[in-house]
T-cell receptor, first 110, second 115 residues
Framework: GQNIDQPTEMTATEGAIVQINCTYQ??????LFWYQQHAGEAPTFLSYNVLDGLEEKGRFSSFLSRSKGYSYLLLKELQMKDSASYLCAVRGLGAGKSTFGDGTTLTVKP | DAGVTQSPTHLIKTRGQQVTLRCSPISGHKSVSWYQQVLGQGPQFIFQYYEKEERGRGNFPDRFSARQFPNYSSELNVNALLLGDSALYLCASSLSWADNTGELFFGEGSRLTVL
């Protein structure tokens, strides 16, 4: 089975940096996703890590350590529009089968 | 280009009824997956279809079924609805079953309320 843990809520200030952690225990691992989901909307893809290390994409970076079952999403230069739920997900066998955590609700304050 | 489209966007049913939800993937995508998202939780995997064949099934009862058509669109059926089936049902498409880019493209979802 799969078990994914991430903090329920986080709060940060506009312009700051925030790190959202995710730990996982899986019977199989084919990569780790991060998705952003605004309230009432569909999740949108942020990043996909298969190998250990840091992947950077603009203001967003994602890190993976497979040996530790650990990932984090780093958001820099926070903007108000970054207030959303951030979902960590482990990819199973096949592109469409993923196990999601319950998400971290990030609130960005002025 | 159109993204993943789902219908209906909202619907209300009563316990015991049946519901059919529809999904059209992005043009060129051959894999469709269905997820259930209960308020305050992450999406939970229900089914994956690729080339009209079921390629994976999550931990859901037999009341849940799905199929994929030759044009790669898909339907999710839920019979004998329970109050606990109230959720946002998300459809996601990907290029292929073994797509190594990893990205899933989600539709806006069908919000089902069971009374």
């Amino acid at each position: 089975g799969q078990n994914i843990d991430q903090p329920t809520e986080m709060t940060a200030t506009e312009g700051a940096i925030v790190q959202i952690n995710c730990t996982y225990q899986t019977s199989g691992f084919n990569g780790l996703f991060w998705y952003q989901q605004h309230a009432g909307e569909a999740p949108t893809f942020l990043s996909y890590n298969v190998l250990d290390g840091l992947e950077e994409k603009g203001r967003f970076s994602s890190f993976l350590s497979r040996s530790k079952g650990y990932s984090y999403l780093l958001l820099k230069e926070l903007q108000m529009k970054d207030s959303a739920s951030y979902l960590c997900a482990v990819r199973g066998l096949g592109a469409g089968k993923s196990t999601f955590g319950d998400g971290t609700t990030l609130t960005v304050k002025p | 280009d159109a993204g993943v489209t789902q219908s209906p966007t909202h619907l209300i049913k009563t316990r015991g009824q049946q519901v059919t939800l529809r999904c059209s993937p992005i043009s060129g995508h051959k894999s469709v997956s269905w997820y259930q998202q209960v308020l305050g939780q992450g999406p939970q995997f229900i089914f994956q279809y690729y080339e009209k064949e079921e390629r994976g099934r999550g931990n859901f009862p037999d009341r849940f079924s799905a199929r994929q058509f030759p044009n790669y669109s898909s339907e999710l059926n839920v019979n004998a609805l329970l109050l606990g089936d109230s959720a946002l049902y998300l459809c996601a498409s990907s290029l292929s079953w073994a797509d190594n880019t990893g990205e899933l493209f989600f539709g806006e979802g069908s919000r089902l309320t069971v009374l």
